[in-house]
């Protein structure tokens, strides 16, 4: 199960038709690509020093590919990481702050790459097996030491379960069996447990003895991949046992130890992909305003306080 994410490929180009009715036209550059602000944004994550962000965006109108781009949480120093588009839905910042990894698809299936923060080429991390069967590794987390992972990995005699892997992309060790799809791996902040999301709800696991995993939401599941009331997009704050996560398209918090929840942001409209601080103050999120079409990367305040746009680009 990947990551929920909007896509607004199917957008049409709107033409200018006259000076009453002009509107910004879409424009394509080089290889089909959008040229201009980013659109289809998606998965912020910080820097380790809290002081900017990366983040994905659609790269061609009607498909899914992404390039990367690179802001300072301020406002300024937008940039593009990347020129080549891939299709990706998840990007992170390492803890050292030296790399960007990130997962895409290739005639290999989805795998995580490594490049540098400021761009330049990409290595695989991950591929193959080495028996020739399939595998991908569909989304991931990194340790707060950044020398391992766990990683959503997808095999036929398996489907989509979580792994402990090296940061070099070796697999450790089966981490679930669930009988549902495993979403958003995170660790928590003890480096000895981990939280992901199965069935619509948040579970909790202990990395040395993986039988001991338990469910902790309990929220109505469905078979739909954009359950309207389930748990997705999952994050958990790198300090305490607080967990961000979606339902119905809004921004909620719970407290592991005594699950109380409650939704961060007032007003309408919907926000997706949380991404913690460092220091598990603030939220990096994606957030579209009611009757506004296009998305903005913003953070805040953990108890929603201090909203603030961090892109700010012109209207499609």
């Known amino acids: 199960m990947r990551i929920p994410r909007v896509i607004l490929g199917s957008l049409l180009l709107v033409a200018c038709m006259g000076a009453a009715g002009c509107h910004s036209q879409a424009v ?71 790399n960007i990894y990130y997962v895409a698809e290739d005639t290999y299936g989805a795998h995580i790459w490594r490049m540098g923060a400021n761009g330049g080429p990409a290595v695989r ?53 669930c009988p549902h799809m495993v979403s958003c791996p995170s660790w928590l902040p003890d480096g000895r447990s981990f939280a992901c999301v199965a069935n619509c709800n948040i579970w909790k696991g202990i990395i040395a003895n993986p039988k001991q995993f338990k469910q902790i939401t309990f929220q109505p599941a469905s078979e739909s991949t954009t359950d309207e009331f389930g748990v ?45 601080s460092p220091d598990g103050k603030q939220i990096a999120f994606v957030r579209m305003l009611a009757g506004v079409n296009k998305e903005e990367i913003w953070t805040a305040y953990a108890d929603g306080t201090k909203p603030r746009r961090v892109t700010n680009f012109p209207d499609w």
């Open 28 to 98: 394509l550059g080089p290889q089909g690509q959008w040229s201009g602000p980013p659109r289809g944004l998606t998965s912020p994550s910080w820097s380790p020093d809290g002081k900017a962000l990366v983040f994905l965006a659609q790269a061609r109108p009607n498909d899914h590919t992404s390039n990367t781009w690179r802001i300072n949480v301020d406002g300024t120093g937008l940039r593009q990481l990347t020129k080549k588009p891939i299709d990706s839905e998840h990007v992170v910042w390492s803890r050292d702050g030296k």
């Open 232 to 276: 997705s997009d999952l994050a958990c704050s790198p300090t305490d046992g607080r967990f961000a996560f979606l339902i119905s398209s809004r921004l909620w918090m719970m407290d592991s130890d005594t699950k109380r929840m409650h939704q961060v942001l007032n007003g309408d409209g919907s926000e997706y992909a949380p991404a913690w």
């Open 125 to 177: 991390v991950t591929g193959p097996r080495s028996d020739g069967d399939f595998q991908e590794f569909i989304e991931f987390a990194l340790s707060r030491d950044g020398k391992q992972m766990i990683a959503v990995w997808s095999r036929p005699e398996t489907g989509d379960q979580l792994a402990l892997m090296s940061n070099g992309g070796v697999v450790k060790k089966l981490l679930t069996s």
